[in-house]
């Protein structure tokens, strides 16, 4: 079994192929050291887990441990090839650290304690402040890479049991706008498009994607087709030198939080110029008139000056867009994470509807996902969304949900807006809600604001659990820790970012007293004595199939439908797209083929929201807008971000993604080839201010905020002028200094708190900084493939 350095060949060797062809197969493997084929015992069935992507794999195992990974030559999504992650990330399961009893807080200290112990505490607290203050004195926080199972059963306790209107998951750091942006448009969550259409699209659009490092796998697809007869031309829009913005046929680098601005003057130009497909237009969409008026306003002169761009750029950018036969655009966090968020991913919209490029082979959008199961968290309404995409302000919807439940109406709040994350750290500030239960997710190094955070999490009234493998960040805040078990060790589905569902098998047990999420979770519901509206315990199923049953059953009839699958035929095909019946037993691979879209007024998710305040939309006013629900192309001016650059502060700070590692690193950290690749924070610095600022490569530079500092070995290059970048995985678990000493190094110290008005998600690109020198001393070297030669080898001979 052939293994590739998967750090220095981040993107593997090229199988070139051609528009309309399949996707050669290329299987890619990683066996622990002294461990040969031979030697593996079985292979367990399961999907990678550190990324969006999908990427089907199998799991080695021999010894009951895990010893491996090999993608799988039949997965839809990989086609067997495997990124840096998927293949050396695995060893985390093995880590030295990890959580194997239950913790809890005595005298201020964590000390060891018996699950009865623990779960009675848990149980006691919530008791006391249910029957003090109600269920909005308890809130959940969980992640975006749990089971769509287990998201199902916290949705369904939290919801349905014990009536809290404070659930959110991570997903609200990271596509929150992405499920908003679809929700503006189209009526409804869910991908249009599909990973195989790169197969066939002559213009592949990325705004604010860097798809090299954030979902390596796909940019390998992208890559083969750029190596390929009749390769698509590439239009990258980020301010970083990625090694998508190296391959792209046009980068454009816009100053930070001017999305909209340079999406409305490239509107203006398809517009001006009548690329667009009138005929589609007016059989499917609604609001071209207003759309046009606005953007009027924007030619490409006055959206260059506002983006720091030539208006020329613009204006081939808008040609290259608007001159495509089959154009694919996709769109993650340099728009998600910035200013505008959601009115900047809607606009994405706009280009493609106005272009009629939906619903067909190469065509269509891909507003994508930061986790590999941020999907099923929105999906399951483990998250702001109420459980299988139904709308929170429709009745009949909720009616439809409770009755599903067998419990009470009243049961499952929907008197207001469900609350999001940073609204709930807001009521445990102010004391109003008092328990908070964290699952799978580390908020004390990748929220905004950290000093805040740390002091909202460790107040004495906040009574805080924690659910996770390692003792993070967060887990040291905790009044209780509850060992989880992870990937691998337990069994579950999952759905990536272009709705490709996969079964992950148990491979291994978990270590010592760890349980399964979904587990806990049941726990505590029998502990809570939690019942439906007959009495009968609630939840009802009891095991990862069972709630895999009642799931589909939720899901049924809805634009996620999960009906048509089973255990059993994710076993025997690598990879499902919902929705997923009777009718489409195989799965569906593009929606709206048909022009027809879940907008209906009586069926959509979401009536939508003013995408400038975030003011919702009445249920009589969609109606009047949309009666026949069809697609919306909505509008909205530009106005300049909340903080912006001045003379004490000159420069963007804007965080965001490394290749060699996920989130906070509580898993990739621990992986011996991971962490050597990029052990320590950076700090990126274009030319032009590292020579302003007597900075040269390697050196040590101090980058400060309102809110904090943050100390790093600078890179120099590959970022516009005025910009500054830090990756925010690094916290402080692995380093002898807690947070707040001299030589911070998590990003997040730097962010402020806002959020965008629509989504809710917190902005982590429009911070205006400072940067000194600190001193000379040289950074220890890393392999960055941004930087490095080992870009230049994948792209030699394809950059267009």
Same mark, same amino acid.
């Given at each position: 079994?052939? $293994?590739?350095?998967?750090?220095?060949?981040?993107?593997?060797? !090229?199988?070139?192929? #051609?528009?309309?062809?399949?996707?050669?197969?290329?299987?890619?493997?990683?066996?622990?050291?002294?461990?040969?084929?031979?030697?593996?015992?079985?292979?367990?069935?399961?999907?990678?887990?550190?990324?969006?992507?999908?990427?089907?794999?199998?799991?080695?195992?021999?010894?009951?441990?895990?010893?491996?990974?090999?993608?799988?030559?039949?997965?839809?999504?990989? =086609?067997?090839?495997?990124?840096?992650?998927?293949?050396?990330?695995?060893?985390?399961?093995?880590?030295?650290? !990890?959580?194997?009893?239950?913790?809890?807080?005595?005298?201020?200290?964590?000390?060891?304690?018996?699950?009865?112990?623990?779960?009675?505490?848990?149980? =006691?607290?919530?008791?006391?402040?249910?029957?003090?203050?109600?269920?909005?004195?308890?809130?959940?926080?969980?992640?975006?890479?749990?089971?769509?199972?287990?998201?199902?059963?916290?949705?369904?306790?939290?919801?349905?049991? @014990?009536?809290?209107? /404070?659930?959110?998951?991570?997903?609200?750091?990271?596509?929150?706008?992405?499920?908003?942006?679809?929700?503006?448009?189209?009526?409804?969550?869910?991908?249009?498009?599909?990973?195989?259409?790169?197969? /066939?699209?002559?213009?592949?659009?990325?705004?604010?994607?860097?798809?090299?490092?954030?979902?390596?796998?796909?940019?390998?697809?992208?890559?083969?087709?750029?190596?390929?007869?009749?390769?698509?031309?590439?239009?990258?829009?980020?301010?970083?030198?990625?090694?998508?913005?190296?391959?792209?046929?046009?980068?454009?680098?816009?100053?930070?939080?001017?999305?909209?601005?340079?999406?409305?003057?490239?509107?203006?130009?398809?517009?001006?110029?009548?690329? &667009?497909?009138?005929?589609?237009?007016? =059989?499917?969409?609604?609001?071209?008139?207003?759309?046009?008026?606005?953007?009027?306003?924007?030619?490409?002169?006055?959206?260059?000056?506002?983006?720091?761009?030539?208006?020329?750029?613009?204006?081939?950018?808008? /040609?290259?867009?608007?001159?495509?036969?089959?154009?694919?655009?996709?769109?993650? $966090?340099?728009?998600?994470?910035?200013?505008?968020?959601?009115?900047?991913?809607?606009?994405?919209?706009?280009?493609?509807?106005?272009? #009629?490029?939906?619903?067909?082979?190469?065509?269509?959008?891909?507003?994508?996902?930061?986790?590999?199961?941020?999907?099923?968290?929105?999906?399951?309404?483990?998250?702001?969304?109420?459980?299988?995409? =139904?709308?929170?302000?429709?009745?009949?919807?909720?009616?439809?949900?409770?009755?599903?439940?067998?419990?009470?109406?009243?049961?499952?709040?929907? %008197?207001?807006?469900?609350? /999001?994350?940073?609204?709930?750290?807001?009521?445990?500030?102010?004391?109003?809600?008092?328990?908070?239960?964290?699952?799978?997710?580390?908020?004390?190094?990748?929220?905004?604001?950290?000093?805040?955070?740390?002091?909202?999490?460790?107040?004495?009234?906040?009574?805080?659990?924690? $659910?996770?493998?390692?003792?993070?960040?967060?887990?040291?805040?905790?009044? &209780?820790?509850?060992?989880?078990?992870?990937?691998?060790?337990? +069994?579950?589905?999952?759905?990536?970012?272009?709705?490709?569902?996969?079964?992950?098998? *148990?491979?291994?047990?978990?270590?010592?007293?760890?349980?399964?999420?979904?587990? @806990?979770?049941?726990?505590?519901?029998?502990?809570?004595?939690?019942?439906?509206?007959?009495?009968?315990?609630?939840?009802?199923?009891?095991?990862?199939?069972?709630?895999?049953?009642?799931?589909?059953?939720?899901?049924?009839?809805?634009?996620?439908?999960?009906?048509?699958?089973?255990?059993? *035929?994710?076993?025997?095909?690598?990879?499902?797209?919902?929705?997923?019946?009777?009718?489409?037993?195989?799965?569906?691979?593009?929606? %709206?083929?048909?022009?027809?879209?879940?907008?209906?007024?009586?069926?959509?998710?979401?009536?939508?929201?003013?995408?400038?305040?975030?003011?919702? +939309?009445?249920?009589?006013?969609?109606?009047?807008?949309?009666?026949?629900?069809?697609?919306?192309?909505?509008?909205?001016?530009?106005?300049?971000?909340?903080?912006?650059?001045?003379?004490?502060?000159?420069?963007?700070?804007?965080?965001? !993604?490394?290749?060699?590692?996920?989130?906070?690193?509580?898993?990739?950290?621990?992986?011996?080839?991971?962490?050597?690749?990029?052990?320590?924070?950076?700090?990126?610095?274009?030319?032009?201010?590292?020579?302003?600022?007597?900075?040269?490569?390697?050196?040590?530079?101090?980058?400060?905020?309102? $809110?904090?500092?943050?100390?790093?070995?600078?890179?120099?290059g590959g970022i516009r002028a005025g910009v500054l970048f830090l990756p925010f995985h690094y916290g402080y678990w692995d380093v002898d200094h807690a947070a707040g000493k001299d030589g911070d190094r998590a990003a997040n110290e730097l962010t402020f708190t806002d959020w965008d008005p629509v989504s809710k998600q917190p902005l982590f690109k429009v911070a205006a900084a400072a940067l000194r020198k600190v001193s000379d001393e040289q950074a220890a070297p890393t392999i960055t493939p941004a930087h490095t030669s080992v870009h230049e080898e994948h792209v030699a001979g394809v950059t267009r």
């Amino acid at each position: 079994m052939p $293994q590739r350095d998967g750090i220095r060949e981040p993107w593997g060797a !090229r199988t070139p192929y #051609g528009p309309g062809q399949s996707w050669p197969v290329r299987v890619d493997s990683h066996l622990a050291e002294g461990v040969g084929p031979e030697d593996v015992e079985r292979w367990a069935r399961s999907a990678a887990v550190l990324h969006s992507n999908g990427d089907g794999l199998d799991i080695a195992v021999a010894g009951g441990r895990i010893v491996g990974v090999r993608g799988r030559a039949d997965d839809r999504v990989n =086609r067997g090839r495997l990124d840096p992650k998927d293949l050396f990330g695995w060893q985390a399961n093995s880590a030295s650290d !990890r959580l194997t009893k239950p913790l809890v807080r005595r005298g201020g200290e964590l000390v060891e304690a018996s699950w009865d112990e623990a779960m009675d505490l848990v149980v =006691r607290r919530s008791t006391e402040l249910l029957d003090e203050g109600g269920p909005g004195a308890l809130g959940f926080y969980t992640s975006g890479q749990l089971f769509a199972e287990e998201y199902y059963t916290l949705g369904a306790l939290a919801r349905g049991g @014990i009536g809290t209107n /404070h659930l959110d998951g991570n997903t609200r750091l990271c596509t929150a706008t992405a499920a908003a942006a679809l929700k503006e448009s189209f009526g409804c969550d869910g991908q249009p498009a599909s990973y195989t259409d790169i197969d /066939h699209a002559d213009v592949i659009a990325l705004f604010g994607h860097n798809m090299a490092e954030t979902q390596a796998v796909l940019w390998e697809r992208v890559l083969d087709r750029l190596a390929g007869p009749e390769p698509p031309r590439l239009l990258c829009v980020d301010p970083r030198e990625t090694p998508v913005a190296r391959a792209a046929t046009l980068h454009l680098a816009p100053l930070p939080g001017t999305n909209v601005a340079l999406m409305n003057g490239l509107l203006h130009e398809i517009i001006e110029h009548g690329w &667009v497909d009138r005929g589609y237009i007016e =059989r499917n969409t609604v609001g071209y008139n207003d759309l046009a008026a606005a953007v009027a306003d924007y030619p490409p002169e006055r959206a260059a000056e506002i983006c720091g761009l030539d208006a020329a750029q613009i204006r081939e950018a808008a /040609h290259l867009l608007g001159g495509a036969e089959r154009l694919l655009c996709t769109v993650l $966090q340099g728009f998600y994470q910035s200013h505008q968020a959601a009115a900047a991913a809607v606009q994405v919209n706009n280009v493609v509807l106005l272009r #009629g490029m939906l619903g067909k082979p190469g065509a269509g959008v891909l507003q994508m996902n930061g986790q590999p199961t941020a999907e099923n968290t929105r999906e399951c309404g483990a998250d702001g969304d109420l459980t299988g995409f =139904r709308n929170w302000a429709n009745d009949e919807h909720v009616a439809e949900l409770a009755k599903l439940w067998n419990v009470d109406v009243t049961r499952i709040p929907h %008197y207001g807006p469900p609350t /999001h994350l940073m609204q709930m750290l807001r009521y445990a500030e102010n004391g109003s809600l008092r328990f908070l239960c964290v699952s799978a997710t580390n908020p004390a190094v990748s929220l905004p604001n950290l000093h805040s955070i740390r002091s909202i999490l460790s107040q004495d009234r906040l009574f805080l659990v924690v $659910q996770d493998a390692f003792r993070t960040e967060t887990a040291e805040l905790a009044d &209780v820790v509850l060992p989880a078990a992870i990937w691998g060790e337990k +069994t579950g589905t999952f759905t990536n970012a272009d709705r490709t569902v996969h079964l992950s098998e *148990k491979a291994v047990d978990p270590p010592g007293q760890a349980r399964a999420d979904l587990d @806990i979770f049941l726990d505590y519901a029998r502990r809570m004595d939690l019942r439906d509206a007959d009495g009968a315990p609630f939840p009802p199923w009891s095991d990862a199939e069972s709630a895999f049953e009642a799931w589909k059953r939720a899901s049924a009839g809805r634009p996620c439908d999960y009906s048509g699958l089973s255990y059993h *035929k994710l076993r025997k095909v690598s990879g499902i797209q919902w929705p997923c019946t009777d009718d489409h037993p195989n799965g569906t691979e593009r929606l %709206y083929t048909d022009g027809k879209f879940f907008a209906d007024p009586d069926y959509c998710e979401s009536y939508g929201r003013d995408l400038i305040t975030g003011a919702p +939309t009445e249920p009589v006013e969609y109606r009047a807008m949309n009666p026949d629900g069809k697609a919306m192309l909505k509008a909205a001016g530009y106005f300049p971000p909340h903080e912006t650059p001045d003379e004490d502060r000159p420069f963007f700070l804007i965080n965001g !993604r490394t290749i060699h590692h996920f989130h906070t690193r509580t898993k990739t950290g621990r992986a011996p080839q991971l962490d050597a690749a990029a052990p320590e924070v950076w700090l990126e610095v274009s030319e032009s201010d590292a020579a302003a600022a007597g900075l040269a490569a390697g050196d040590v530079a101090e980058v400060s905020t309102p $809110q904090g500092l943050v100390r790093a070995h600078v890179r120099v290059g590959g970022i516009r002028a005025g910009v500054l970048f830090l990756p925010f995985h690094y916290g402080y678990w692995d380093v002898d200094h807690a947070a707040g000493k001299d030589g911070d190094r998590a990003a997040n110290e730097l962010t402020f708190t806002d959020w965008d008005p629509v989504s809710k998600q917190p902005l982590f690109k429009v911070a205006a900084a400072a940067l000194r020198k600190v001193s000379d001393e040289q950074a220890a070297p890393t392999i960055t493939p941004a930087h490095t030669s080992v870009h230049e080898e994948h792209v030699a001979g394809v950059t267009r």
